[in-house]
Every structure is written in structure tokens, then in C-alpha cells.
């Protein structure tokens, strides 16, 4: 194989190089997430992560100098923000179209979760990176969808529902793979925004919708 400018090859020559380039970054977070899915955190190897990403251990452990702060590195610099802050000009059409957005990173996020389930409980850096990179994202989008429609004058700000909206979307996620044995996908989770979290709010479903 060609090493390319500024990545690191397979085999010796690759773990004689401190520096790496952003893209060959990227391509060692995206093969420690995939380990992580794949295996689950207590499974997960240096030995596996090198071999999908071409690269040898010590490569590994210049970088990362534990396996919790490689998967916490990951974590923060992987690409997983799912409810994005839709801006249809309304909060029924925002929600709506959040859920879609969900769907398509359900599966794999749902994933990383159930991977790195009781390690998150032991170690309070995976914790704290789990939060920034799958959490705190979707918590501001979903802020921003609730601010803006409060400014409308849809919902009051005081709306009891609206301290639970982030909580029943999480919920309603991460649960249906436990519960019926299939992720939710946009199908579901739709239905789930027309059905209970819009009337809830005491909003009308967007026409286009029915």
C-alpha cells in the first residue's frame, strides 16, 4: 500500500511518525467507533482499531495513552449530532422534521450507547465525551426549536411539556430497540411526534403530514 502525504502506512515505517494529518485522524476515530459498535467497549483492542485503520499499536499509544481516552477522543470528534435545528416556522414542523433527522443516525448511535453502556459508569472522561458528542448537541437544537417557537407565540414558555420534549424523544429512541427488538426509525419516530408529543403540546399537525 502507498502511503499518502501526511497518513500513516501499514506495517514498521508507520509507528516511527509523531504527526498525522486531520484526515487520517479521522480515519482512526471513524475505525474506533466502528471496533466500538462492533464489539462493544469491553472487547474493544488497540490490536483491532490498528488493523482497520492500517496503522500499528504504538501509532495508537502515542496518541492515546489509554484505551478509555482513545474512545473519549473518538467520541468528541465524531460526527453525531441527530436532532438538527430544523427551521420549518413552526414547532409541530420543527419537531416533525427533527425526528426524521434522528432516524438516519439512530441505529448507530443507539449502538455506541449499548457499547459502551456500563463503562460510561466507571469512567467519568467516556462520560463526559459521551455528553458533548451525543447529548449537549441535541439538548441546543431542541432548545432552539422550543426558543423560537415561545418568540411565535405558539407555546408558553411556561408549557409543562416543554422540560420533557428532550426527555421523551431520547427516551422513545433508546428504548424501542429494549422493548420491540427494532430501532426507530423515521417511520416511528414521526408517528410518535404526531401522535403524542404535538397534540401533548396543543398544537395542530401540519397538513402535509395527515
Known amino acids: 500500500m502507498t502511503a499518502r502525504e501526511g497518513s ?26 466502528d471496533q466500538l ?14 488493523a482497520q485503520a492500517c496503522c500499528s499499536k504504538s501509532t495508537l499509544y502515542r496518541q492515546w495513552r489509554t484505551k478509555p481516552q482513545m ?30 433527522n434522528a432516524a438516519e443516525q439512530a441505529t448507530r448511535d443507539t449502538a455506541l450507547l449499548q457499547a459502551l453502556g456500563h463503562a460510561i459508569l466507571q469512567d467519568e472522561d467516556l462520560k463526559h465525551a459521551l455528553r458533548e458528542a451525543l447529548v449537549d448537541p441535541e439538548l441546543d437544537s431542541i432548545g432552539a426549536m422550543v426558543e423560537r417557537a415561545v418568540a411565535r407565540g405558539e407555546v408558553p ?31 416511528y419516530l414521526v408517528r410518535f411526534v ?6 401533548g403540546l396543543g398544537l395542530a399537525v401540519p397538513a402535509r403530514t395527515t
Open 71 to 100: 474512545v473519549a477522543a473518538a467520541l468528541r470528534a465524531g460526527s453525531c449530532v441527530k436532532f438538527l435545528a430544523a427551521d420549518t416556522g413552526s414547532l409541530a414542523g420543527d419537531l416533525i422534521a427533527a425526528a426524521g
Open 37 to 50: 459498535r462492533e464489539h462493544g467497549y469491553e472487547a474493544l483492542t488497540m490490536e483491532g482499531v490498528a
Open 194 to 199: 404526531t401522535d403524542v408529543l404535538v397534540p
Open 157 to 187: 414558555a411556561d408549557h409543562p411539556m416543554l422540560p420533557y420534549l428532550a426527555a421523551q424523544l431520547f427516551g422513545v429512541m433508546r428504548s424501542r430497540p429494549i422493548l420491540e427488538g427494532r430501532h426507530a426509525d423515521a417511520d
Open 8 to 33: 500513516l502506512p501499514c506495517g514498521p515505517a508507520g509507528s516511527r511518525r509523531s504527526k498525522i494529518s486531520a484526515e487520517r485522524a479521522q480515519e482512526l476515530y471513524d475505525a474506533i467507533l
